[in-house]
């Protein structure tokens, strides 16, 4: 999605959940924000139990994923001090 749109996949001086951010209005948000604006609260759109029951673990994997590129992002940064 954020490729095919030419969003950059992250920006460390970026907020990552600030809707009320310029970026964010302007629509310019990296791919990694685009998690926090819309696909973290997918679970809770679901219309049916069915679907948010599906939903509950596939927002896990995305936490996790967010959670280790966060992770790698900043160990990335801090070896370049």
């Not at 970026?14 to 926090?36: C, I, R, V, W, Y």
């Not at 604006?37 to 997918?42: A, F, S």
């Amino acid at each position: 999605f954020g490729g095919a749109r030419s969003r950059a996949l992250y920006d460390p001086d970026a907020p990552l959940s600030d809707p009320d951010a310029p970026m964010f209005q302007e629509g310019k948000a990296t791919t990694l924000n685009h998690f926090h604006e819309k696909l973290l609260l997918l679970p809770e759109l679901m219309k049916t139990k069915t679907g948010r029951e599906m939903a509950g673990p596939r927002r896990a994997a995305m936490v996790a994923f967010l959670e280790t590129f966060q992770r790698e992002a900043l160990d990335d940064f801090e070896s370049r001090l």
